[in-house]
Structure formats: C-alpha cells, structure tokens
DNA sequence: CCTATTTATTCTATTTTATAGAACAAATTA
DNA sequence: TAATTTGTTCTATAAAATAGAATAAATAGG
C-alpha cells in the first residue's frame, strides 16, 4: 500500500497533469495552476511535488523529443499512472460524500466575523 | 489576508467542527473522522491541527460545561467562524471547477498497472 | 566553434502540515 | 481519597509545501 492520501498541493498537480495531457512538464503544470487555479507557484514547488509524486507510483515521466522552439532543454513528461488516476477518484469521490452529508455549507451567509 | 489554503487534513477536520455542530472536541472530532472518512487518527493530530485552525482564524473555541457522564474533564468546544465557512467554500468551489474540466475523470477505467 | 539567449531541470534550504503517543489534568464515583 | 474515566497538552519526528539559486542543454548568430 501506498500512501493513504494526497496532499492538498499533490492533488492539484496531479489535476494539472491530468488536464495538460501530452505536454505536462515543470514550467507548463506551473503554468496551468495559475491558469486554472489562479495560484503563483515557484518551479521548485512543482518540480518537489512531481517529484514526490512520481516516487508514490502516482505519476510517471519520460523523457521528451527536442523541442521545435528557439532553445530550451528536453522536457521531463509527466503521464498519471492508473494508481495515479485511482486515488485521484478516491480523493474526489470521498469528498463529494463529506460534503454532501453537509447541506448548510450549499447555503452558508458569509458575514462579517471571524 | 490569512492563508491562501487549507491543507488536506485540516480541510477534513474542518468539515468535521461543521457536521458535529454544538458537540465538536477533540475526541468527538477523531471519532467523526473513523466514521464519514473511513480514516484512523491519533488525537494528537486532530489537536495539533485544531490548534493550528484556530490560530489561522477559522475555528474559535470554547470551554463546555461539565459532562453529565461518568467522568472527564470539560471539553473545549469548537466551531466554525465565518472566514472557516468561508475558505472551506471556496476550496469545495475551486475543487469542483477543477474536475468539471477533466471529463475523463468520471469515465475513467482503473486497470491494474500503477 | 564559441558565446549569448532561451528553456528547462536539479539542488539546497526552510517553513508549515501531518502524525504519533506519552504525559498530564480534571471530573466522577465508590 | 483512590481508582476510573474522559479529555487536553506536550514533545518529537516525518512528510509536504515552498522558494529561488544553480546548473544544464538546446539553438542561433556571428
């Protein structure tokens, strides 16, 4: 058995390499997060994670062809892995049942305090 | 601006303090926990992250009368403030937007690699 | 070919979260 | 007032999150 559970940033990541399909790498998944998720990350927090991530059996990586552009190094391809996309379910699925067992939280007044 | 966002178990415990409503201590929140996550904790994690919610502002506490039972100390007390309803909304939000991008994540066919 | 530029990954360090469980405290009851 | 029960604090450690500098590799232009 692996580990139990995601972190919440691994799960992120994870998203972004499910989302990016043939072309998740480094600086392309820190990209996407702030696209989609609207969060600045630096290349050391996501390469630590893919890292992680990869070690887990989550996700795997491969090298890419040269690329077609100006300069730039080969890029380190991320795929998830079925494992990867499993606890990815898991973790959705999981919590889609908290929150349903939570109606107050669809209709929650924010205010003021706290 | 607190923290930008909760980690994966305190967005668990979190959700916990809401389900139980009056009665969420400690113990009531671990034992909450084994039963809607499926999920074994010490209680030296649950109070270490309630510590560490309260702090951010998310919870309050309070110390509750005495028991009615055989014996125990009072419990402290938590509940949700508003900046908790808060962030636990918008990470359920961004949460779901996320997925709803990723189709195939609902379809997926979990094989045996990994 | 050799240097500047670009694109990308690795490396190093630190802070924050997560986790465990022993120690301690307080309430009750006999 | 001792034993039992219920609960919180304390101490330590591992894992996750984060930042950004250092390094590497690819290409283009002179």
Redesign the pocket.
């Known amino acids: 058995m692996g ?11 994870l998203l972004m390499i499910v989302l990016l399909k043939e072309d998740a ?6 990209h996407a997060i702030k696209e989609h998720a609207n ?14 991530l990869e ?2 059996g989550f996700i795997e ?1 491969q ?2 062809g ?13 795929t998830i892995t079925n494992s990867g996309k499993s606890i990815l379910e898991k973790s959705r699925d999981e919590k889609m049942a908290l929150w349903g067992k939570i109606p107050e939280l669809s209709i929650l007044k924010i205010g003021g305090q706290g």
């Open positions: 580990k139990e559970h995601l972190g919440e940033f691994e799960e992120l990541v790498y480094g600086l392309a998944i820190r969060r600045k990350v630096t290349i050391g927090a996501v390469h630590g994670t893919v890292n992680r070690k887990k990586s090298l890419g040269g690329s077609e552009l100006r300069g730039g190094r080969r890029k380190r391809l991320f």
